[in-house]
């Protein structure tokens, strides 16, 4: 917001939205000169964020993921004192975005509400997570682990693949939600006897207010949120500090599937070159991954990757995903202005 | 119904009834004379049979799990041409029934259905699958393997205990959920490079006429039924009856699981004694237990628990829970009746 971008706004300007299941973030940044990434300001001029509910379509509806949207993006360049035709481009990082169909449903809406030369793009919000480690270039693997998880992999070349991101039921166990899922198992496993005394029965019960592990099954399903579940994470991890065998088991296991998944999709993506010693990102994003205790998961899985990609350079990004939506569609617009200056 | 038991009902009947989360099953029998029960007559007689939906209260309510139970009784005894009056025992095994509250929920409301001097037990499902297998006696282990799983024990000095039972949130890996979630899971992890090929993936994507892995993950989440996802283990079974390896281990960690629930079970109520060799039944119930295939779980759960315990007894019922149900009651009234004579 320095008075030396002030200018850049007359030149119009990027808006950048990471849609998530609980909220939908967006940012307007002054369209910045195409120069090298390496040279962006620091801080980045952000000339007004503005935040709104869920807009994954499959949790809320179409309808209301459309609204929500417009209805956020219209804030952001309220609040910034400018209206639509000052938009260059255009990144929704929408999470629920996994097939072209879901693209071409939010493109055919979105093309009425800004003029026809706005470039605009809609992505899966991994690719505002990966944007927000790399600043911009849609290149590597980025890493979500919060109340789910998923590893996504792009190349410049426009392959890209997945791995995990199946939810609760199909054995996410890396994530924060199957992290507390096996922790309040532990306890009833404890206590019926077919598992081992562990401290997490205790530290559990206690953050619960329940008396007896009997009632953690009646807890368990009494609401079907996974977040509930998932903030249990941090039982679990000072557990694990303490000594608790079990709970280091639970975390190492999950260290293990978070590296996989990564792995997976290197490998896939031969993002590490054939050799397996070529360089790339991974961008490290979530609740379960900055925990930044003793227990560092993070620095696990980081270490995990390394084992068998020496060349991978985890990066934990210093700006929020809508912002790497931002710069992942100034990036294009740099690209394409380049392409044309070649011509 | 021999005419050698049309006098029976004179002295009066018993009604069995197995409530469970899909349906809720009533018999009406007449009842037997007081001698032990190797003296039954095969086929036990049946007076009449009525079927009903479900009576589980955390499922449908407590004022729909009373209709359901006042109408299966009401329409058994109605087709047994006889009412309430000739009524001498009940034995309500119905499943969500857990804690002294609930019993004395449905104990309140029952008593003013029948006449003060009939004898009434409220008791969880797993009462009336084990008195199936033990025609009557609560004494020893039932392991249910369905779409869920619980292993059961009783004691002759009404100690109790059990083991699993938890839902699939909670680790139940045994139950007919576990194990389809689990071959779900395989195809995931094979699909995007975390874990070898399967051929389940082509067994189960034609039995949901799906055609990519991917089409997985909405098919999974676009209905909450565990049952639904639990039809999938015929698919596992033959994928590991053909030499799937990935198949195989998941059975292989299913019966591992069973088989620890029973023992953990038949362990805190020594029920094989205090050196672990005494004699003990165990009833097996349930349809992943009587899938009856080349790949026999059951068979390979009763080889695991004779392992620890060899004077485990096993058993398969051959009558249906609600007429346990009905011999539980009915050896009650037995000991009642003895222990009068002994006064």
Not at 181 to 204: F, K, S, W, Y
Not at 314 to 336: Q, T, Y
Request: aromatic share 6%; glycine share 12%; hydrophobic share 40%.
């Amino acid at each position: 917001m320095g008075s030396e971008f002030d200018c850049c706004s007359s030149e119009g300007v990027i808006l950048g939205v990471d849609g998530g299941a609980t909220s939908t973030v967006c940012v307007c940044m002054p369209l910045l000169p195409f120069s090298d990434h390496r040279h962006f300001p620091d801080p980045l001029p952000i000339l007004a964020r503005a935040v709104a509910g869920c807009s994954n379509y499959n949790s809320v509806g179409e309808n209301a993921a459309r609204e929500t949207l417009e209805q956020v993006m219209a804030e952001a360049l309220s609040k910034a004192g400018l209206n639509h035709s000052v938009v260059r481009a255009v990144c929704l990082g929408i999470s629920g975005v996994n097939h072209p169909t879901d693209q071409e449903m939010f493109l055919n809406w979105i093309r009425h509400i800004f003029p026809g030369h706005v470039k605009i793009h809609v992505e899966n919000d991994a690719v505002a997570a990966l944007a927000s480690g790399t600043m911009g270039k849609l290149h590597g693997c980025v890493l979500i682990a919060g109340t789910g998880c998923i590893a996504y992999g792009f190349r410049d070349d426009g392959r890209e693949a997945r791995a995990a991101g199946a939810g609760p039921v199909l054995g996410d166990w890396g994530s924060g939600y199957g992290i507390a899922a096996q922790g309040l198992t532990a306890i009833v496993r404890a206590h019926d006897g077919r598992g081992p005394e562990t401290m997490l029965t205790n530290c559990v019960l206690e953050t619960l207010h329940l008396s007896s592990p009997d009632e953690i099954i009646g807890w368990t399903y009494a609401d079907s949120s996974w977040a509930r579940i998932a903030a249990l994470v941090p039982e679990v991890v000072s557990c694990a500090e303490a000594g608790d065998q079990i709970a280091n088991d639970i975390l190492n296991n999950a260290v293990q599937e978070l590296g996989m998944s990564v792995k997976a999709v290197v490998q896939r993506l031969q993002l590490a070159g054939e050799d397996g010693n070529g360089s790339f990102p991974v961008v490290m994003v979530g609740g379960v991954l900055e925990a930044n205790k003793i227990w560092d998961i993070g620095k696990e899985v980081i270490n995990s990757i390394l084992k068998t990609y020496p060349g991978a350079s985890p990066i934990r990004p210093k700006v929020e995903p809508a912002i790497g939506a931002a710069l992942f569609a100034w990036n294009s617009l740099m690209k394409e202005a380049k392409a044309n200056g070649r011509r």
